[in-house]
């Protein structure tokens, strides 16, 4: 890629702020000053410094985001009405961001935002049948034999029934009794009619876990934050199966 274009997506200023740079001689590639901006790059391969400062040293071309999505956003990229998830990842600089996979605009919890196609692709892939895990709040008491049902798998009016799942009672924060359903498909609005299919009906839906990376206390609803390098590996691992 174009040296300047390089500097862009680090955010060191503007195309015409980085020409000046670059014309100053304030960007060194592999130990040589470049005062082209055109100059080709590649930040794999070669040692770009801006002011004696190393950015290839952490460089990645891919972005990876946590985030609580919040009710009332939609999982798209763009949306005539509705504020979208990539309205709340306002660094400016991302290009290509999307979701991996939907949340209902009324459901809450972890959502990965990532430019990476790849990462994407492996995580929502029916093959891979990689764990999704929700918190869910019932109009009624949840019964032994809905359990039962849920995880045995149901016909919720597609042509199969639902995959085996896994189903228990836990208590949230505040005491109350909720239900936890631990699914490894993700058909649209599954959890919901799920509940439905026992006669039932969800009121409030958190995800709290994609394969092997919960969601951490330290992101409130609305927050987001690039994931870590551990997080990003046990995102990254096989998953269950
Ligand atoms: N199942 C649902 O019904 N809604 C979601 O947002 C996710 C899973």
């Known amino acids: 890629?174009?040296?300047?274009?390089?500097?862009?997506?680090?955010?060191?200023?503007?195309?015409?702020?980085?020409?000046?740079?670059?014309?100053?001689?304030?960007?060194?590639?592999?130990?040589?000053?470049?005062?082209?901006?055109?100059?080709?790059?590649?930040?794999?391969?070669?040692?770009?410094?801006?002011?004696?400062?190393?950015?290839?040293?952490?460089?990645?071309?891919?972005?990876?985001?946590?985030?609580?999505?919040?009710?009332?956003?939609?999982?798209?990229?763009?949306?005539?009405?509705?504020?979208?998830?990539?309205?709340?990842?306002?660094?400016?600089?991302?290009?290509?961001?999307?979701?991996?996979?939907?949340l209902d605009k009324d459901t809450e919890g972890l959502l990965i935002i990532t430019n990476d196609g790849k990462l994407t692709h492996s995580l929502l892939s029916p093959k891979k049948h990689v764990e999704k895990e929700y918190v869910v709040y019932t109009r009624d008491k949840v019964l032994d034999e809905d359990i039962r049902k849920l995880e045995e798998g149901l016909d919720i009016g597609d042509e199969e029934p639902t995959l085996p799942a896994k189903a228990f009672?836990?208590?949230?924060?505040?005491?109350?009794?909720?239900?936890?359903?631990?699914?490894?498909?993700g058909r649209f609005h599954q959890v919901k009619r799920m509940l439905l299919a026992v006669g039932n009906e969800v009121t409030f839906l958190r995800r709290i876990r994609m394969g092997k990376l919960s969601l951490t206390g330290d992101l409130k609803v609305g927050e987001y934050r690039e994931l870590t390098k551990e997080e990003l590996s046990l995102l990254q691992e096989k998953n269950t199966d």
């Open 1 to 102: 890629m174009r040296l300047d274009k390089f500097l862009s997506d680090c955010g060191l200023g503007t195309r015409k702020q980085l020409k000046e740079y670059i014309k100053n001689g304030m960007v060194t590639v592999d130990g040589n000053i470049i005062s082209k901006p055109e100059f080709a790059v590649d930040p794999n391969k070669n040692e770009i410094l801006f002011s004696g400062e190393s950015l290839t040293e952490n460089y990645s071309e891919f972005r990876y985001y946590i985030l609580n999505k919040p009710q009332g956003v939609v999982s798209a990229t763009k949306d005539n009405h509705d504020k979208t998830v990539l309205d709340l990842i306002d660094t400016g600089l991302d290009k290509n961001l999307a979701p991996v996979g939907r």
């Open 169 to 185: 009672i836990k208590q949230d924060e505040n005491g109350e009794e909720t239900l936890h359903l631990i699914l490894h498909e």
